[in-house]
């Protein structure tokens, strides 16, 4: 969270300024280093003084690029990315990143100029309302009515970003950026969250030192809140397994005895048989998200009969999604940290029979490795009929090549697709903030940008987004920003031909009718990365994939950026939600050869 210790000063006292040091002061105040966007007459005046300000401004492709990154920079840091672009449609680009940011929780500030306030309602150039847009994706929408209010608005605009966890929107028409005022920068409000209240904590305390199988389900909050080492205390003291929330890998240390792996799509076998067992879920910083606990591998592993206790941050999501028994608003380390205190010196359950258990967690994650290391390929009838006569790597195989090869310390951000979304099984971390994915907006196009401003924001780590080659259509025009701006990252890109999770649903559902699906006649992606001026590389053979890897994130170092383009089968693991999809129903004669027979 924010440190105010390690804030700058920015001017202080009541003092004439203009509305753009106001602004720029402010934006000194809470700490900002770094400013993603595209340049723009908006907001001109204020972007001359960045430099004298200390801030740097980064200068991207795309603006949808530069909100990923803003995102990716604040769930690296904890502290807010920001966002900058022209009115109209810089501002409308942002809208995908903005929404993407809400579902990850990421404390973006996403900076809007508009029109100027003179003629606004005219219809005159790069006019919309950008309040309306914003409404349903942001936590907290200031409006600058008054250029004497600058300072004020942008100050809250910041504060309400960490205080309701997500992005929030500074809208300011371009004309109050000028003029003179008289103002006092405001200092940024820090409000310290605690554990929640004491009825709450002492019935999730005897609920636990009753729990004969208590397990743990470690989500975001918990990297939010720099609680891990809490986490993984209070899961010593009960010796309960640890499961990752869905997409939180980073949760907790995955070199740790109690650790089982996530849970959710393409998640651990181990995690799931485990959770399965428990007669109390302490859920740890996680909103249970709806799709965070589908079923799986065809097992059915949410426990329906055990007790649930939830901590978040955000008392509306407690109970929400699933039926709970204990719901406590707390900070997630701080609640951990409290249910330590109170179970110290209770006679506890768990401990009893933590023999039995800990043979059972063993058991389940070799059962579970011993699986991955044997599944080289996906073995349904499609995914068998097209690797067959292939050349290419199976997916799989190199998303495991790959963890093996995976630095210490690194970053790894994953986009929306099957190969991404395979790669679940095969990504874990021993540090918090090292996981960036997709969240619950599952927009493609999320990994790359988001690696940069995550590589912005921690240079000395190595960086790695993996994208699906539909997504990389989508996102490798920020590798300009890469060269451009000497921010060094890693991109390995899946080739497989085919926006694949989507093409999954045409084989499971509409029997191979295929639209839409096929990426036919691509370029070489590694040849466009080189003509970038990046690093291209194509990989065919699996013995090849680690060691490209390894010299990839090493080179970063020397300030290159990497993309490793991988040559993979068309096979398809799971599809992600086949609870949403219908066999198809015909009832017009000219359509009645698509039904489902
Ligand atoms: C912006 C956006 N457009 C469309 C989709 C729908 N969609 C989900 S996954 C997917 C296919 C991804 O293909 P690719 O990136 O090549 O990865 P693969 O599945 O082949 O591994 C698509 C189109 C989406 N999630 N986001
Ligand atoms: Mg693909």
Redesign the pocket.
């Known amino acids: 969270m924010n440190k105010p210790t390690e804030l700058p000063t920015p001017v202080t006292g009541k003092q004439k300024m203009t509305p753009s040091e106001a602004f720029v002061e402010t934006l000194v105040a809470h700490g900002v280093k770094d400013v993603f966007g595209i340049v723009g007459s908006a907001y001109m005046d204020a972007l001359d003084l960045f430099p004298l300000a200390g801030i740097r401004f980064i200068s991207v492709a795309h603006e949808q690029g530069g909100g990923h990154m803003a995102d990716g920079y604040s769930r690296v840091t904890g502290r807010h990315g920001v966002c900058i672009a022209q009115n109209g449609p810089g501002i409308t680009n942002f809208v995908?990143s903005t929404a993407a940011a809400y579902w990850a929780h990421s404390p973006v500030v996403v900076i809007t100029p508009e029109t100027g306030s003179g003629t606004l309602g005219l219809g005159g150039f790069q006019e919309t309302e950008q309040l309306p847009i914003f409404s349903k994706i942001t936590k907290f929408q200031a409006h600058v009515n008054n250029r004497t209010r600058m300072a004020e608005l942008t100050s809250r605009a910041f504060d309400r970003a960490h205080l309701e966890l997500g992005p929030t929107q500074l809208n300011i028409p371009r004309d109050f950026f000028y003029g003179d005022i008289e103002c006092e920068i405001p200092r940024p409000i820090a409000i310290e969250r605690g554990a929640g209240g004491d009825r709450s904590l002492d019935a999730a305390a005897d609920l636990l030192a009753s729990a004969k199988f208590p397990v743990i389900l470690c989500g975001g909050g918990i990297v939010m809140a720099d609680g891990q080492p809490e986490a993984v205390r209070l899961a010593e003291v009960l010796q309960a397994p640890v499961a990752n929330s869905y997409l939180h890998n980073d949760s907790f240390p995955a070199k740790h005895a109690l650790w089982v792996g996530p849970l959710g799509y393409q998640g651990s076998k181990a995690a799931m048989s485990l959770i399965a067992k428990a007669d109390v879920v302490l859920a740890l910083g996680t909103r249970l998200g709806p799709f965070g606990t589908l079923p799986q591998y065809g097992m059915e592993y949410w426990p329906k009969n055990a007790k649930i206790i939830q901590v978040d941050a955000d008392a509306k999501m407690l109970g929400l999604v699933k039926p709970i028994t204990v719901g406590i608003c707390g900070d997630a380390r701080a609640t951990a940290q409290a249910l330590v205190e109170r179970l110290a010196g209770k006679a506890l359950a768990s401990i009893a029979n933590k023999e039995s258990r800990l043979a059972d967690i063993a058991a389940a994650k070799k059962t579970w490795e011993a699986e991955l290391d044997g599944w080289a390929h996906e073995k349904d009838a499609w995914s068998l009929e097209v690797s067959k006569s292939s050349t290419h790597m199976h997916p799989r195989q190199m998303l495991r090549e790959l963890e093996k090869a995976m630095p210490e310390g690194v970053m790894v951000s994953t986009?929306?697709?099957?190969?991404?979304?395979v790669s679940n099984s095969y990504l874990r971390f021993n540090r918090p903030r090292s996981m960036l994915a997709a969240m619950s907006f599952?927009?493609?196009?999320y990994a790359f940008p988001t690696i940069i401003g995550a590589k912005v924001a921690a240079p000395d780590r190595a960086a790695v987004a993996y994208?699906?080659?539909?997504?990389?259509g989508?996102s490798f025009g920020e590798i300009q920003t890469c060269v451009r701006e000497n921010i060094p990252v890693t991109a390995v890109v899946?080739n497989?031909g085919?926006?694949?999770?989507?093409?999954?649903n045409h084989v499971d559902f509409y029997e191979n009718r295929f639209v839409g699906v096929n990426?036919d006649k691509q370029p070489s992606w590694a040849k466009v990365a080189q003509a970038m001026g990046a690093e291209g590389q194509t990989i065919e053979k699996l013995s090849d994939v680690g060691p490209a890897l390894r010299a990839a994130t090493k080179a970063q170092s020397e300030g290159k950026t990497t993309i490793l383009e991988m040559m993979v089968t068309r096979e398809?693991g799971d599809p992600?939600r086949r609870d949403a999809l219908a066999m198809p129903v015909r009832h017009l004669d000219k359509y009645k050869s698509t039904a489902a027979r």
Do not use: P
Not at 467 to 472: E, H, I, K, M, T
């Open positions: 995908t986009d929306i697709g099957n190969i991404c979304s599952g927009n493609c196009g994208v699906g080659d539909g997504a990389w989508m899946f497989n085919q926006w694949g999770a989507e093409k999954k990426l398809l992600f």
